[in-house]
């Protein structure tokens, strides 16, 4: 699943940075996408951060997890 953070600020974009980097790209998390139903678990391994005159974007790369590590 692909996902695209649009005009952040520099603190909000070191949050969700800040959240993958402590993941490690393995450590599954819970999300809900937008009009489901539950969380499911996903893994990040791809993410990057891009400035534009101060407002920052960040996009990731999400995949579903099916192991039994929360």
Do not use: H
């Amino acid at each position: 699943m692909s996902l695209a953070w649009n005009a952040l600020t520099y603190d909000q974009m070191r949050a969700i940075v800040d959240f993958f980097e402590s993941r490690g790209g393995c450590e599954p998390f819970y999300f809900q996408p937008y009009g489901e139903p539950v969380a499911r678990k996903w893994t990040c391994k791809d993410w990057t951060s891009t400035a534009d005159s101060g407002v920052w974007k960040v996009t990731a790369e999400l995949v579903q997890s099916f192991s039994t590590v929360v």
